[in-house]
């Protein structure tokens, strides 16, 4: 045991005190974060305040620092238990975390305290209690306002040309090198998503500006004469594309740039010769090995011959710009349209983009890369194939929304083509992992370099896969292979409730969270696949609530480590997931963290709402088939995320100030939640229960 603390004495207690008096002024006038420090002072010197640490949480509660808020708050309750002011502040910081229930169940228990204190006369009594009651109602409207909850079809991201998250990144970036003398490239840490924004940043910074260079002069040009035409650099749109590729949000274009953009697809056609979307993939592919033996006496001239470019080369010094010009135009269009477009998706153009690249990699399979050009490779396409699943997202969820009826054979056509992407991602990353050993050490910066092309190159696309094929998979559970737990009654004409199926969600949230893991804590579609996990294994059911808690506490934390460069609602409030944790009554109301957790059903107004004995025979018999079915077992989130990050440590060799850079979220887990989750590992050992694994 730790040696007791000595009581503070007169002299220290006059200190907390005079800390704390400074700590309420900053609060008062909003500046949280020195009343954090003012009342961290005066715990030093009091730490048995329970007042302190009250005030505290409400700091941290300010500051959305909302884990260390509970901690605060749960240490405040513990020191107190007759002070309602503390259960209060406790069930505060659960609302703002969304934990609806577990925050109803804490006023509970502020008014038990209220009966208790004795400090507080009858009027106050009566006026805390009537408080309380009315925050309850409040809550009650909240957790019944859950039917309106949505799958977000894409995290909400502010575009224009004053702010992205990379510029935000960017920023930073240079107030440290400026003001603290850090050199350029220390900040951000290797494997986090700010430093993939801020490479993405720079990259996107530097073409803008190359593309705001764009203008139409006039020169003399051999048989027309004097003819306006235009300048540029080129490889702009290269330079755009690369960008936008490694990370689409840090996209935002005003007019005065999509005029310039204009004249750089013009200029970039007229200098390359490339074959516009008019023609097919397969006759692209099969005109440009064509030119590959034309020479250049065999093409009509051109007026802009004269002006530079490659369109009176020979070979792959012929083909190959105007083959990476067509691919990426077609990439190009598709981030004005997913990015930029009102309405629009760009699925059509990924599609082409990614079928171009199939068919010219098919075409030139024994041709070496370094010819053939960068467009062709492998890493190359699955970033491409990425952009055009998240595409395929959207449209099926706005295309659900829009017709509620889809056919059943549409719907398995759209999940099977979302799947099946993910799969040839993870398949395609299987075959190669990690950029060449032999490049750690070839280019100037090192192994920073190697590290950053392995996290942007390599495991992003992965972590995406794995969400690919948990959305497939959800989809499918809740949209095609529904169970109808009791047939529609004779008497009625009506129907009993909806299950999803188990199956399905059991590997849904299984490959949310394994996304989740491969993703730093900073980046918010860590968050969003942690919630969908969330998601998936509520709706399923067959999980111990030591799990669950782990998990909606680590999609929590992620907020303090996003919430700098991207906005604190980019993860809408309404969030499938989100809803779904708010209906699960955690361990702070008294349940235990072995409890099993049973599915979720979905009622309509045209279900038989009398039939309940039924309805609860028939959910026994799912849940037994939920966790010892042929394709059953207890879900084990947690240990599945664990067991990515032990991989990537021991299997993939990534350095573990890398990893941490996830792990951060368990490690500011609450330690009674640790604690819970060890010990239902350990129970679920010890009783030989069977765990839901992956097929491969």
């Known amino acids: 045991m730790a040696p007791q603390r000595p009581e503070p004495t007169e002299a220290q207690l006059q200190q907390s005190d005079e800390w704390k008096q400074k700590g309420n002024v900053a609060f008062r006038a909003k500046n949280y974060t020195e009343a954090f420090g003012y009342y961290t002072e005066a715990i030093a010197l009091n730490p048995s305040s329970a007042t302190l640490y009250s005030n505290r949480s409400a700091a941290l509660l300010a500051l959305k620092r909302l884990p260390l808020a509970l901690n605060d708050a749960k240490i405040c309750v513990k020191m107190d238990k ?49 408080e309380i009651i009315k925050l309850q109602k409040v809550l009650a409207e909240k957790m019944t306002a859950k039917n309106n909850s949505q799958h977000p079809d894409q995290l909400l991201i502010r575009r224009d040309e004053a702010y992205s998250p990379g510029l935000v990144v960017l920023r930073e970036a240079e107030r440290r090198v400026d003001e603290t003398g850090e050199l350029m490239g220390t900040w951000p840490p290797i494997g986090s998503c700010r430093r993939r924004l801020w490479i993405a940043e720079m990259q996107y910074h530097n073409a803008i500006l190359h593309l705001m260079e764009y203008s139409i002069k006039e020169q003399y040009l051999p048989t027309v004469g004097l003819q306006p035409y235009i300048i540029g650099r080129l ?311 030591a799990d669950f808690e782990v998990l909606r506490d680590m999609a929590n934390n992620c907020v303090a480590h996003y919430t700098p460069h991207f906005r604190a609602d980019i993860i809408p409030e309404n969030h499938c997931g989100k809803c779904e944790a708010e209906s699960v009554e955690g361990t702070i109301t008294g349940q235990t963290p072995e409890s099993v957790c049973s599915a979720v059903l979905r009622w309509d107004e045209n279900d038989d709402q009398s039939i309940t004995a039924q309805v609860q025979d028939a959910m026994h018999d799912l849940m037994h088939e939920t966790l010892m079915g042929t394709d059953g077992g207890f879900l084990m989130i947690t240990e599945a995320i664990w067991g990515v990050w032990r991989d990537r440590e021991t299997i993939w060799g990534e350095p573990e100030e890398y990893v941490n850079l996830s792990k951060v979220i368990w490690k500011e887990l609450d330690k009674e939640v640790r604690e819970n989750w060890k010990f239902v590992l350990e129970y679920n050992q010890k009783g030989g229960g069977k765990v839901f694994v992956l097929k491969k």
């Not at 503390?86 to 169940?105: E, I, W």
């Not at 992407?421 to 299987?430: C, F, L, P, T």
């Not at 919630?531 to 067959?542: D, K, S, Y």
């Open 235 to 545: 490889q702009t749109l290269e330079e755009l594309t690369t960008a936008l590729t490694e990370d689409i949000r840090v996209g935002r274009l005003g007019p005065p740039s999509l005029e310039k953009l204009k004249l750089c697809f013009t200029m970039e056609q007229q200098r390359r010769n490339a074959i516009g979307p008019g023609m097919s993939p397969q006759a692209t592919i099969a005109e440009y090995a064509r030119r590959l033996t034309e020479s250049p006496d065999q093409r009509a001239p051109t007026p802009f011959d004269a002006l530079g470019g490659s369109t009176r080369a020979i070979g792959w010094d012929y083909v190959r710009p105007a083959l990476q010009l067509t691919i990426r135009s077609s990439l190009m269009n598709g981030f004005l349209k997913r990015v930029f477009g009102e309405g629009e998706i760009g699925s059509v153009e990924f599609r082409r983009c990614v079928e171009l690249i199939e068919a010219a990699q098919k075409e030139w399979s024994d041709v070496d890369g370094s010819i053939r050009g960068r467009t062709l490779e492998e890493t190359f396409l699955r970033q491409v194939k990425v952009h055009l699943g998240e595409s395929l997202v959207i449209k099926y969820l706005r295309e659900l929304k829009t017709n509620p009826n889809m056919p059943v054979e549409e719907k398995k056509k759209f999940l099977d083509e979302i799947i099946s992407i993910g799969e040839w991602i993870v398949m395609s990353h299987e075959n190669e992992s990690s950029p060449p050993e032999k490049d750690k050490f070839a280019h100037p910066a090192g192994e920073a370099h190697w590290w950053t092309v392995y996290y942007t190159h390599y495991t992003a696309p992965l972590a995406k896969a794995y969400n690919f094929i948990g959305f497939g998979n959800l989809r499918y559970g809740i949209d095609v292979d529904t169970i109808s737990l009791v047939p529609d009654s004779t008497e009625t004409g009506k129907r009993g409730p909806i299950a999803s199926s188990p199956s399905r969600l059991g590997i849904a949230a299984m490959n949310y969270a394994k996304a989740a893991a491969w993703m730093p804590a900073d980046d918010p579609e860590c968050a969003n696949s942690l919630w969908l996990a969330i998601h998936a294994m509520v709706t399923r059911g067959g999980y111990y609530l």
């Open 82 to 130: 007759t002070w309602a002011k503390g259960f209060r502040r406790k069930a505060s910081v659960l609302d703002a975390m969304k934990r609806f229930q577990d925050a109803f169940h804490v006023y509970g228990q502020a008014l038990n305290a209220i009966k208790k204190d004795d400090t507080l006369t009858k009027e106050q009594k009566k006026a805390e209690h009537a």
